[in-house]
């Protein structure tokens, strides 16, 4: 069994920032990519960021993500935040658990930026 748990998630004022990390863990042979996708109020899910397991990333504008193999963990350093950035994020691994590549998600962490 593999679980993904994030942390990191919270009230921040706009322009201000966020790290949020997602750690797997369980039965991991190994992990390919690794993402952060977002869903606010109303919208679809969307992605964020994604970084494969030789640490080549795309990502948005002020946003960063990045990973440590060794932890089996994803971080996503989130700057100059705007109310618009404000949606439960979720961590997403594609993850080989000894019977093939599976995706994996986290439960999600409420991210809100208001003043």
């Known amino acids: 069994q593999v679980q993904l748990v994030e942390s990191g998630g919270g009230l921040v004022q706009p322009g201000g920032s966020l790290r949020l990390s997602c750690a797997a863990s369980g039965s991991i042979f190994s992990i390919a990519a690794m993402g952060w996708y977002r869903q606010a109020p109303g919208k679809q899910r969307e992605l964020v960021a994604a970084?494969?397991?030789g640490g080549s990333a795309n990502y948005v504008e002020r946003f960063t993500i990045s990973r440590d193999n060794a932890k089996n963990t994803v971080y996503l350093q989130m700057n100059s935040l705007k109310p618009e950035d404000t949606a439960v994020y979720y961590c997403?691994?594609?993850?080989?658990?000894?019977?093939?590549?599976?995706?994996?998600w986290g439960q999600g962490t409420q991210v809100t930026v208001s003043s």
């Open positions: 970084i494969r397991s």
């Open positions: 997403n691994a594609r993850i080989n658990d000894g019977s093939g590549y599976t995706d994996y």
